[in-house]
């Protein structure tokens, strides 16, 4: 039976949800940075320092979020991002979320840590989706990877460039990160606080990394799995790395992870289709810079030789609005729609891209504008947004 989600008004009321609904180990997966978590928190405190310019008496009907995003139809400039562990926020995480940004009209990104597998995406869905790729040492693991990914006709391919090695992520290590859970004294009782969770966990066959298991060579439990990970991220991975899996891929090919406009001009050079600038979430590099604020920079120097998206810190309508002003043309939600998905499921990633659309309109009309391309950095006001430094 549908939920009334209506009084979940704003993306911190899914997260509050959800903090009461998922288990600690892995609600603090989702929101939590690396070391300090400096960065973490400075990906949406910077976005709160940018202020609005209030347009009156202007025409305000018919207004429209649709764009394209690498050629896609997209009804708002926004694309679900890849992230880890998301079937352990709710049972099939990921096919649900799948099917909610397919219902709403925005791209959904599978990551290479998914629960659910690839084949289980297309096998639920009938939209094409993407696929994001971690470069592993297994180079035959990981160009069947890409092959299973070609075959389930997934419409781009999503290479993350700052995952070499693991950030320093102190709450994954103190909870003992797993899938599924460990038996451990400290989970089984914050999993008794978790009823309506287990039940749905138990209802389902898919509790381990779905593109993993099974598919690399000698991992078929947990215990295998877990040596393997640990070993498998490389480190060597280079830009000659990138133009052999461009061409292996043959398909659209999104960079991810980019902060410096050295390495956007490299991205332009790899042949890549579009870059998203993102500090992954603040979980990698502490004390560096929000993503807003390398925004400006990279726009400058490759905006026109590529489409330049951003992720990381965006919590509202507002904030998509503010980084398309600055040149933004797409965004990528992580935590957002993780929130609602811990929180209702399918519903509530539904709800989490419904505040967002919402928010972006509205704010978008009071700043005098109807159409989402007409919209420049003209909208907000000097002084409160991030520039280029030359």
């Known amino acids: 039976m549908k939920r009334d989600l209506s009084k979940m008004t704003c993306i911190e009321d899914l997260r509050l949800m959800a903090q009461r609904k998922v288990p600690k180990m892995f609600y603090d997966y989702a ?11 400075d990906n949406t405190s910077d976005f709160q320092d940018i202020k609005f ?21 997209v009804k708002m400039p926004v694309a679900i991002a890849p992230t880890g562990f998301t079937g352990m926020q709710h049972a099939d995480g990921e096919i649900l979320a799948a099917r ?3 219902k709403f009209g925005v791209p959904f990104s599978l990551s290479t840590m998914s629960i659910c597998s690839i084949e289980d995406i ?8 993407w696929f994001q790729l971690y470069v592993m040492r297994d180079r035959e693991f990981m160009e069947n990877l890409v092959k299973r990914a070609q075959a389930a006709q997934c419409s781009a391919l999503i290479l993350t460039v700052d995952l070499q090695v693991l950030g320093q992520r102190h709450k994954d290590i103190k909870n003992g990160l797993s899938a599924p859970p460990k038996p451990t004294i400290p989970n089984m009782i914050n999993l008794a606080t978790k009823p309506e969770w287990c039940m749905k966990m138990l209802n389902t066959k898919r509790r381990t990394f779905g593109n993993i298991v099974g598919h690399a060579k000698n991992v078929t439990d947990l215990s295998s799995l ?19 899996i461009k061409d292996l891929w043959g398909g659209k090919l999104i960079l991810k992870g980019v902060m410096e406009p050295e390495d956007a001009e490299l991205a332009v050079k790899s042949g890549a289709d579009a870059l998203v600038v993102s500090n992954h979430g603040g979980r990698q590099l502490d004390d560096t810079i929000s993503s807003i604020k390398a925004l400006p920079d990279i726009v400058s120097a490759v905006g026109n030789d590529i489409e330049v998206w951003l992720d990381s810190g965006i919590r509202s309508g507002q904030d998509i609005l503010k980084a398309w002003a600055l040149g933004a043309r797409g965004t990528m939600i992580g935590r957002a729609f993780l929130y609602g998905l811990g929180a209702y499921g399918e519903e509530g990633v539904t709800r989490a891209l419904e505040i967002l659309y919402k ?7 009071f700043t005098g504008n109807r159409n989402i391309h007409d919209v420049t950095r003209d909208i907000l006001i000097k002084g409160t947004y991030p520039t280029t430094t030359d």
């Open 53 to 73: 310019r209030q347009r009156i008496l202007v025409d305000m009907e018919n207004r429209s979020l649709e764009t394209k995003m690498i050629g896609q139809d």
């Open 226 to 244: 877990s040596s393997w990970t640990a070993e498998q991220f490389d480190p060597g991975l280079s830009w000659d790395d990138v133009a052999r």
């Open 359 to 365: 928010e972006m309109d509205i704010s978008m009309a």
């Open 31 to 41: 929101d939590s940075g690396s070391w300090t978590e400096r960065t973490y928190r």
């Open 100 to 102: 909610a940004a397919e």
């Open 122 to 129: 297309a096998e639920n869905t009938s939209a094409p989706f």
